[in-house]
């Protein structure tokens, strides 16, 4: 067993311990894909990150993600919240204004501006209408029917998201799926506020991997990020605006999504919540 220093970083929360956690493992080289899982599991969060030297020196690090037993390519509060702990832990970047992580989905850029931080959203691996059949199935898992659904597209940066639009925000927040849907399921649910207001986009999250139970993610980075690539596309919205999620858990997650280059950034406040060691 080493000592690790560990983080645990609130993110995207509009104050403390109101955004969506992670757990972040410095220093894991050496650990084993089982004894990743393992602690990954043992967290009991959405997503526990390992950070390992970078094997290009395009980066400035590289980080394992895990969603308890299932490792994922790219996940957006992860990406957000292992950059804090990188920094808080004394890591300093090659570019003072620019943070390289290497992950399974390749290469992202950060930028820093005090307490936030902000990827760029990668580009979209599956993308595209959604067939009627995994529509109604979607709707089944989160009890509606899909008279109820705008639009419907493949939203899926890494982990397989499922975008469907509703008529309203208050559609959103009444959204009741079922405990333990067959499959695995990766379904991201939002509808456009009313024109003026100071929040641009109501966000829900839920997945279900392996047959377990559905679970929701409380502020979720990488599908506000590939949901805004579909909703800036299809000029249902423009950058700069806001995004809000976790309102039904009781958290209240604020995503601010830019555009800069020709790129979409996905930004958000980030806190260290817990900084000590892990025996791992």
Same mark, same amino acid.
């Given at each position: 067993? @080493?000592?690790?220093?560990?983080?645990?970083?609130?993110?995207?929360? $509009?104050?403390?311990? @109101?955004?969506?956690?992670?757990?972040?493992?410095?220093?894991?080289?050496?650990? @084993?894909?089982?004894?990743?899982?393992?602690?990954?599991?043992?967290?009991?969060?959405?997503?526990?990150?390992?950070?390992?030297?970078?094997?290009? =020196?395009?980066?400035?690090?590289?980080? #394992?993600?895990?969603?308890?037993? @299932?490792?994922?390519?790219?996940?957006?509060?992860?990406?957000?919240?292992?950059?804090?702990?990188?920094?808080?832990?004394?890591?300093? =970047? #090659?570019?003072?204004? #620019?943070?390289?992580?290497?992950?399974?989905?390749?290469?992202?850029?950060?930028?820093?501006?005090?307490?936030?931080?902000?990827?760029?959203?990668?580009?979209?691996?599956? $993308?595209?209408?959604?067939? +009627?059949?995994?529509?109604?199935?979607?709707?089944?898992?989160?009890?509606? $029917?899909?008279?109820?659904?705008? +639009?419907?597209?493949?939203?899926?940066?890494?982990? *397989?998201?499922? *975008?469907?639009?509703?008529?309203? =925000?208050?559609?959103?927040?009444?959204?009741? =799926?079922?405990?333990?849907?067959? *499959?695995?399921?990766?379904?991201?649910?939002?509808?456009?506020?009313?024109?003026?207001?100071?929040?641009?986009?109501?966000?829900?999250?839920?997945?279900?991997?392996?047959?377990?139970?559905?679970?929701?993610?409380?502020?979720? *980075?990488?599908?506000?990020?590939?949901?805004?690539?579909?909703?800036?596309?299809?000029?249902?919205?423009?950058?700069?605006?806001?995004?809000?999620?976790?309102?039904?858990?009781?958290? +209240?997650?604020?995503?601010?999504?830019?555009?800069? +280059?020709?790129?979409?950034?996905?930004?958000?406040?980030?806190?260290?919540?817990?900084?000590?060691?892990?025996?791992?």
């Amino acid at each position: 067993m @080493t000592s690790r220093p560990f983080r645990q970083v609130d993110v995207f929360g $509009s104050a403390p311990y @109101t955004g969506n956690p992670v757990a972040v493992v410095l220093d894991a080289e050496g650990l @084993t894909d089982a004894e990743m899982t393992r602690i990954s599991e043992w967290t009991n969060l959405s997503e526990c990150t390992f950070v390992l030297p970078p094997t290009t =020196p395009d980066a400035d690090y590289r980080v #394992r993600i895990f969603s308890l037993s @299932t490792e994922l390519p790219f996940a957006g509060h992860p990406t957000l919240g292992t950059a804090r702990a990188w920094l808080d832990a004394g890591g300093t =970047p #090659r570019d003072p204004g #620019r943070i390289v992580q290497e992950c399974g989905a390749g290469l992202v850029p950060l930028r820093r501006e005090d307490d936030t931080l902000a990827f760029a959203a990668p580009p979209l691996v599956r $993308s595209g209408p959604v067939d +009627d059949a995994t529509v109604a199935q979607a709707c089944a898992v989160l009890g509606i $029917s899909p008279g109820e659904v705008i +639009d419907a597209a493949w939203v899926d940066n890494g982990p *397989g998201w499922v *975008g469907l639009l509703l008529d309203s =925000p208050e559609a959103v927040a009444a959204l009741s =799926p079922a405990a333990a849907p067959p *499959g695995r399921w990766d379904i991201g649910v939002a509808a456009l506020h009313p024109a003026g207001s100071d929040l641009a986009l109501e966000v829900r999250a839920f997945f279900c991997h392996d047959g377990g139970a559905l679970r929701e993610d409380p502020v979720t *980075g990488s599908l506000n990020a590939s949901l805004a690539q579909w909703l800036t596309s299809t000029g249902r919205l423009e950058a700069p605006y806001r995004a809000r999620q976790g309102t039904a858990l009781g958290r +209240d997650g604020r995503i601010l999504v830019t555009a800069s +280059d020709g790129e979409l950034w996905i930004g958000g406040a980030t806190h260290v919540a817990i900084a000590g060691t892990v025996e791992a």
